[in-house]
Nanobody, 117 residues
Framework: QVHLVESGGGLVQAGGSLRLSCAAS????????MGWDRQAPGKQRELVAR???????NYSDSVKGRFTISRDNAENTVYLQMNSLKPEDTAVYYC???????????WGQGTQVTVSS
């Protein structure tokens, strides 16, 4: 199975930046799209950004222009550069990766991002 580990979360002040990373590990798999979702207290999990193996990207309107998703296919790693952070960005951010073989999407354990006023 695919194991995803996020890192880079933490506490920042409004207007600051964070860079999240997520490394996929395992054997016998091929990863297609990767992405980041987030879940704030009292809200449903929502899509933040997605990136295909060919580096085509999609962003939530709420983060467009502030966040940038990228990936390193050779290292099976996806990144999320978050700039101009706002308090409403506070959430647990979950890395995800889709198997090219069976379409199953795997999820990381989540990393907390807290943006203070």
């Amino acid at each position: 199975q695919v194991h995803l580990v996020e890192s880079g979360g933490g506490l920042v002040q409004a207007g600051g930046s964070l860079r999240l990373s997520c490394a996929a590990s395992g054997s016998g798999f091929s990863i297609g799209t990767m992405g980041w979702d987030r879940q704030a207290p009292g809200k449903q999990r929502e899509l933040v950004a997605r990136i295909t193996r060919g580096s085509s990207t999609n962003y939530s309107d709420s983060v467009k222009g502030r966040f940038t998703i990228s990936r390193d296919n050779a290292e099976n790693t996806v990144y999320l550069q978050m700039n101009s952070l706002k308090p409403e960005d506070t959430a647990v951010y979950y890395c995800n990766a889709e198997s090219r073989w069976n379409g199953v999407r795997y999820w990381g354990q989540g990393t907390q991002v807290t943006v203070s006023s």
